[in-house]
């Protein structure tokens, strides 16, 4: 029985109404068949999953889903888990009561069914029988993108290794990746990177000597004639015939995102009584039953949004001296300047020139403020959203462009259809904190 569920809205597996974008899909496909590595990037609730999943089986490849505590080495240590490869500090194995073991072999990384080179320990005041296994002792450098390949490719591991969440690393070890990157591709281990950004080249940026060494597939842009065949295909699935007028209410509220897009025809949906497939054609012509989606979306999306803006204007805390004056806080102020431009003024990006005007006019030292604190500031947003732990991130600043961006689809949804002036209010000021 075919479910609302499985057709339309965002999953954790592929819905029905996937749309093959020729543009896109064609440019993946072609990247996998190179040596080169792979960056699919894009607006998060974009489809980078969906897309990357349909062609590169998540089931028969390694994926490693990051999170802001992973390191390097983390990542690393997932990879060869996943590859076949076991990787150990210490090496016990027994049962019983036992009280006392030394090794006279500190295995640091062991390859199973290679060559046999036993392990022994030295076993004392212990009740029941033990065992050792044997396995070929290699020694190896984690951090080391060398090391990490020799012993992939060991065990003759062909897998492709897709890294989920990219953006929830610190842009210090994004960096780092960046060099390692370079040394994978030389070694023939390829990867699939899906990130939270909006430009180009994120990662040729940190180091130069990847371009040409990686291929960057965007997601974004959504047409409307997408969007409309995306509402279509579902149609089949569940035998509904979705009104013209429905489905462009749909769109017009989506804002270019796929992902809000899916929610509010699943939304739309259910308000109109289709769970699952119809044995008769049934029409979804009720405009109502989006208006009351939306109400509910909104309610949802705020709630979120609206911890993400207060944990970014409480920055990362400063120091205050009784003889010097206040600081900038400009996180705050970021925040509050946002909410002013609202909606209408986030299209595309907001100039940092302009964010510094709405700020100047109501900032607490605006004599004294220079470009410079509030370019620090946006320079450091990103890193702020992951200390927060707010993923994904909302906003992000492009230092080429000098474009605060927004980089989470739902927080356009947020700042239509939310109550800012309210929201504004509610934000606390650090300076009258201090009063």
Not at 76 to 85: C, E, H, N, P
Not at 188 to 213: M, P, S, T, Y
Not at 259 to 269: A, M, R
Request: charged content about 25%.
């Amino acid at each position: 029985m075919v479910k609302l569920e499985d057709v339309f809205g965002v999953s954790g597996k592929q819905v029905k109404s996937y749309l093959i974008r020729d543009y896109v899909d064609d440019k993946l496909i072609d990247a996998l068949r190179t040596d080169k590595q792979v960056i699919v990037y894009g607006a998060s609730k974009q489809g980078k999953t969906a897309l990357v999943s349909k062609y590169v089986k998540y089931d028969e490849h390694i994926v490693v889903s990051l999170s802001p505590k992973f390191e390097l080495e983390d990542i690393y240590k997932s990879i060869l888990r996943d590859a076949g490869v076991t990787v150990r500090t210490a090496f016990t194995e027994g049962s019983g009561k036992a009280r006392k073991v030394g090794l006279k072999a500190q295995v640091q990384a062991t390859i199973a069914m290679v060559f046999k080179s036993k392990v022994s320990g030295e076993i004392s005041e212990t009740e029941n029988s033990t065992s050792t296994s044997e396995y070929e002792e290699i020694e190896f450098n984690l951090s080391l993108p060398n090391d990490v390949a020799s012993l992939i490719h060991k065990v003759n591991c062909k897998k492709v290794v897709i890294l989920e969440n990219f953006h929830y690393l610190s842009e210090e070890k994004q960096r780092q990746f960046a060099f390692d990157l370079r040394t994978f591709q030389d070694l023939k281990v390829k990867f699939v990177i899906l990130g939270v950004w909006k430009e180009a080249n994120r990662l040729a940026q940190f180091n130069g000597d990847l371009q040409d060494r990686v291929v960057d597939v965007p997601v974004e842009p959504w047409s409307k004639e997408d969007f409309i065949a995306i509402a279509r295909k579902g149609e089949r699935e569940l035998n509904i015939a979705i009104q013209e007028d429905v489905i462009n209410k749909c769109i017009d509220s989506a804002f270019n995102s796929v992902g809000v897009y899916q929610e509010l025809i699943k939304g739309t949906c259910r308000e109109s009584g289709i769970l699952i497939k119809q044995t008769n054609t049934t029409v979804v012509d009720d405009i109502s039953s989006v208006d009351k989606t939306i109400l509910e979306k909104t309610e949802y999306y705020s709630g979120r949004h609206l911890r993400n803006l207060e944990a970014i204007s409480s920055g990362n805390g400063v120091l205050i001296q009784d003889d010097k004056p206040l600081p900038y806080f400009m996180s705050y102020y970021i925040v509050k300047a946002l909410l002013e431009i609202g909606f209408d003024g986030l299209n595309g990006g907001v100039p940092r020139d302009a964010l510094m005007q709405k700020i100047i006019a109501i900032h607490h030292r605006r004599e004294d403020l220079k470009g410079g604190q509030l370019t620090a500031a946006l320079k450091k947003i990103g890193d702020l959203q992951s200390t927060k732990g707010i993923n994904p991130p909302v906003l992000a600043y492009d230092s080429n462009t000098r474009l605060l961006k927004v980089i989470d689809s739902t927080f356009y949804f947020f700042m239509k259809y939310a109550n800012l002036e309210m929201i504004s209010e509610d934000i606390v000021s650090p300076v009258e904190c201090m009063s």
